[in-house]
């Protein structure tokens, strides 16, 4: 197993203050060099040096971790067959399948309960559901609301794309490209403001790039020093385009690293990998350090938008897509990404260092797969929204008037 | 002449704009300029153009926007066509540049350019971040800038056409729950004016007018008040910028009695504009407002659905005022 984290060296004048000083050797020599790539052979042994923090873990810490992931994964997958079965499931999703090591690594380094002046903030731009339940959603909650249920966890109003739970530090989605960072980093602007040790974290897609928003909020992170953490999901597409559409740069990061940011390329598909980069960036942030720009490459399971290509009791999605007409994922390409699967990366991980066996590995998730589906059961059987009630939280009190009537 | 899709007649006028002029451009970005028709040839702008001319860009509605308005002050017509939930980035562009560059620059400034601005949100489900059929009443206010909103196939290609040899900047709002329309299109080109609404059926007791994404169920109630013996006149507005007053007036002053339907919301939609101008050139009328409630369009189909002005509200609505 490959634990290698790729340093990007922006700026090695940022990195030396906060690395050990065989990584400053090594960062003179890639000075040298011209090139980090040209001393590859020197990388594990240099990362070695920055803090392999996933190892200090605790079996409990090492196994929630683990179940969060099947928790996402299970969640979209039992999505995916209401969607293909149901023909009374009205919920849909952009499936997270394919990712979920980001979200729990990423939000596994975070303060995800207590006051809400005290935990960090997650602004989920894309794909809502996998960061929603690694933040700590309330999954049945979750599953109604994406059936647009009253008692959703937004009350019907928000549905899938607009997920929302500040309770947990979930700010939430948006379905957009372009605001979320830039918003991001105004919760992280409010923290340094108070003198708080929050941290605001940002998931966006490879399709953020392009975005003028993207700049703006590197840009002013780093002049203010924000405590912003930008996590770059970068899964190969925006929509039906490959990111070679929208981006120059093969790694993402490097556009980080020209406004000054520390910014790193982990293996989206390893927790571990994602954990000891957020961990690396949640500590600069809270010590004052400023903002982190985290590429995480990955990839999804599933089609842009719903369950096309997708069989009931199956994972991933084939073939053709009607709507992808710019760029065509290829099958072998989908199935390539599925052999190095978050789950089982994590599972081995977990079974290689003692900390499971791979019975009790695979009970946990046939317990977690009965948990999800009994929370869509639960969701199933709440009530459906009161008409009147799209009057209502338009402004914190009273009602709106009805004008469709004339 | 064939049945044709809404998207197929539009893309049919680009590409014979496009071949007459090698200096024209299109900008898309995921949304690709393709259109398929039964009996026809399939149109690809992309593969037939070549990508220096048809691009396919990032997510970057501000530089789509910004882009084709440079195109065409240098002297290039330019098209561009923004999908859903960007709708209201290139809005600065074209509200604080373009809209004032002819007046500012002593009528120097010439731009033939068009911006293709999708409208969403009718499909119940969607909500917030997506949905945007209120944009006709932002782009609508901007002077200097032609807004107009075509609601047939028909209307889509010539108003397009107009809309290409046009030396004015115009926003062509396209309401994409009308996609699935069709009907009897010509395949030359041919123009409908950027200036004129259309009288969809003649009426002595009530005047119905209303726009884009409004009409399918503006006709349908029509068609179920006709049936109960009421006299309808029904004008689609086609055009927010500069709106045909003189039409509006004149129906008006024939049945004394006006209804606008509005999937934008209440507040300085469409209709409320159609009034003023009514109001203020018409006496003794009687006036109801039907439009979407000062409320963002909620997820929950029960919610939407009650909230979305439909034909049932619309018939209810013209008998109160008859």
């Known amino acids: 197993m490959n634990y290698e984290v790729n340093p990007k060296v922006g700026s090695s004048e940022q990195d030396d203050e906060l690395v050990s000083e065989s990584r400053r050797g090594f960062l003179k020599l890639a000075a040298v060099t011209g090139a980090v790539a040209t001393v590859s052979g020197r990388r594990v042994l240099a990362n070695g040096d920055i803090g392999y923090y996933a190892k200090d873990l605790s079996d409990d810490k090492l196994i929630e971790m683990y179940r969060t992931i099947l928790k996402i994964r299970w969640h979209e997958r039992t999505q995916a067959d209401q969607m293909l079965t149901n023909p009374d499931y009205r919920g849909y999703n952009h499936f997270y399948a394919g990712q979920e090591a980001v979200a729990t690594g990423v939000c596994a380094t975070l303060r995800n309960d207590g006051p809400f002046e005290q935990i960090d903030l997650v602004y989920s731009s894309h794909r809502p559901s996998g960061h929603a339940i690694a933040k700590g959603v309330d999954i049945p909650k979750m599953c109604a609301e994406n059936d647009f249920r009253a008692t959703g966890l937004n009350g019907g109003y928000a549905a899938e794309m607009h997920l929302s739970d500040p309770a947990v530090g979930f700010i939430g989605a948006d379905g957009m490209i372009g605001p979320a960072p830039v918003i991001a980093s105004g919760s992280a602007f409010a923290f340094r403001a108070r003198g708080s040790d929050q941290v605001a974290v940002v998931f966006a897609g490879d399709g953020n790039y392009a975005a003028p928003h993207f700049h703006s909020t590197l840009n002013n992170a780093k002049l203010l020093d924000l405590p912003l953490i930008y996590v770059c999901e970068n899964n190969l597409y925006h929509q039906y385009a490959h990111y070679s559409y929208s981006c120059p740069h093969t790694d993402i990061a490097d556009a980080a690293a020209a406004y000054g940011i520390p910014a790193r390329v982990v293996d989206g598909q390893d927790v571990l990998q994602v954990y000891n980069a957020a961990k690396e960036a949640v500590d600069r942030a809270r010590a004052g350090g400023g903002p982190s720009f985290i590429e995480a490459k990955t990839y999804r399971y599933y089609n842009h938008w719903g369950a096309p290509g997708a069989k009931a009791g199956e994972l991933g ?37 003692g900390v499971l066996d791979e019975p009790r590995a695979l009970e946990m998730e046939a317990e977690i797969k009965a948990e999800i589906e009994t929370a869509f059961a639960w969701a199933s059987e709440q009530p459906l929204c009161s008409p009147e009630d799209g009057l209502k939280h338009v402004f914190a009190e009273g009602t709106v008037a009805a004008r469709q009537f004339g | 002449m064939a049945q044709k899709s809404w998207m197929y007649s539009v893309l049919e006028a680009v590409q014979y704009e496009m071949r007459e002029d090698p200096a024209m451009t299109w900008i898309f970005e995921l949304t690709p300029p393709v259109a398929s028709n039964p009996g026809k040839p399939v149109i690809n702008l992309e593969t037939e153009f070549g990508r220096k001319r048809v691009v396919n860009t990032g997510i970057d509605e501000n530089w789509m926007a910004s882009a084709v308005l440079g195109a065409g002050l240098a002297g290039s017509r330019s098209a561009t066509y923004i999908p859903y939930q960007g709708a209201l980035i290139p809005f600065e562009v074209i509200q604080n540049v373009a809209g004032k560059l002819r007046h500012m620059t002593g009528g120097k400034a010439s731009m033939p350019v068009v911006w293709i601005i999708e409208m969403t949100g009718q499909t119940p489900g969607f909500a917030g971040q997506h949905s945007c059929y209120e944009e006709d009443t932002y782009y609508a206010h901007i002077p200097g800038v032609r807004t107009v909103i075509p609601s047939t196939p028909y209307d889509a290609k010539g108003m397009m056409v107009s809309a290409l040899r046009s030396p004015d900047p115009v926003v062509y709002l396209y309401p994409a729950g009308l996609r699935t329309l069709t009907e009897e299109v010509p395949d030359e080109q041919y123009e409908v004016p950027l200036d004129k609404a259309a009288v969809r059926q003649e009426g002595s007791d009530l005047t119905i007018v209303s726009s884009g994404g409004g009409m399918p169920g503006v006709l349908e109630a029509a068609e179920v008040l006709t049936g109960e013996g009421m006299s309808v006149e029904v004008i689609d507005l086609r055009v927010l910028k500069e709106m045909d ?14 209804l606008t339907v509005d999937q934008s919301y209440y507040t300085l939609c469409p209709g409320a504009e159609v009034i003023a101008r009514v109001a203020e050139n018409v006496d003794g009328a009687r006036y109801k407002r039907v439009a979407f409630p000062d409320a963002p369009p909620p997820a929950s189909p029960e919610m939407f659905l009650w909230m979305r002005p439909n034909a049932e509200h619309i018939a209810a609505a013209a008998r109160a005022l008859v």
């Open chain 1, 317 to 353: 999605a084939f073939g053709y897509d009607p709507l992808a007409i710019t760029s065509f994922r290829p099958e072998r390409e989908v199935r390539a990404w599925m052999q190095r699967d978050p789950v089982d990366i994590a599972r081995n991980i977990l079974v290689n260092w």
């Open chain 2, 245 to 258: 007053t003189e039409t509006l007036v004149n129906s008006v002053a024939k049945t004394k009695r006006l």
